[in-house]
């Protein structure tokens, strides 16, 4: 496994907050599915850990979170590669 520290930019409004929750829209929840795009144990259901987490609209301009990939990712292809799929979500994925 590869761990990556992930800094996180986004703007709140569209979300209940940070933490995934069963029945609303997460920030963790979208990174998550761009993730599961890209890696494989992602689409087996593994999670991302943050430093904290937001509540419902707010925004952030440097939430840092990690997620422990099987592929050994250049930085930069990971961030462009995540920006990509997050697409049309008000997230961007500032540095990897």
Do not use: C
Not at 7 to 31: H, L, N, T
């Amino acid at each position: 496994m590869h761990r990556f520290a992930l800094k996180i930019e986004y703007d709140g409004r569209p979300f209940a907050g940070w933490q995934a929750q069963a029945d609303q829209p997460s920030v963790q929840e979208a990174v998550e599915r761009a993730l599961a795009r890209l890696d494989r144990g992602f689409s087996e259901g593994a999670r991302i850990s943050a430093a904290g987490r937001t509540d419902a609209g707010v925004h952030a301009t440097s939430q840092i979170a990690h997620a422990d990939l099987q592929r050994d990712w250049d930085p930069f292809r990971l961030r462009e590669a995540l920006n990509f799929h997050l697409k049309p979500a008000p997230i961007a994925i500032l540095d990897t």
